[in-house]
């Protein structure tokens, strides 16, 4: 499975920005998707995730109530639309596929894109 995390750029605080990645390969064999983001300095961390057919879909702490996943099983490509964005959302964002279960931890999914940077300027 391949995965092209494009959409990123430079936003002020407060606006909003929509990123997508688009899933080529063997995508039969993807269970879940999700969106991790990684600042300078920092671990990565988990933003968003949902399900292959695009029914369930969880949530970080910091993102939720502000974020949203979704799919297009037709064009094979996940969304991720992020309103009301803040300086501290600044970070390479990362598509990731998984084959097994819907989950939080990077370690559960096997597939990864190359990244897109979101900078968020106050």
């Known amino acids: 499975v391949q995965l092209q995390a494009f959409g990123g750029g430079l936003v002020q605080a407060g606006n909003s920005l929509r990123l997508s990645c688009a899933a080529s390969?063997?995508?039969?064999?993807?269970?879940?998707m999700g969106w991790f983001r990684q600042a300078p300095g920092k671990e990565r961390e988990f933003v968003a995730t949902i399900t292959r057919g695009g029914s369930t879909a969880r949530y970080g702490d910091a993102v939720r109530g502000r974020f949203t996943a979704s799919k297009n099983n037709l064009n094979n490509t996940m969304y991720l639309q992020m309103t009301n964005l803040k300086p501290e959302d600044t970070a390479v964002y990362y598509c990731?596929?998984?084959?097994?279960?819907?989950?939080?931890?990077?370690?559960?999914?096997?597939?990864w894109g190359q990244g897109t940077l979101v900078t968020v300027s106050s």
């Open positions: 990731a596929a998984s084959t097994r279960v819907l989950g939080t931890l990077p370690s559960l999914y096997k597939f």
């Open positions: 390969g063997s995508t039969s064999s993807v269970s879940a």
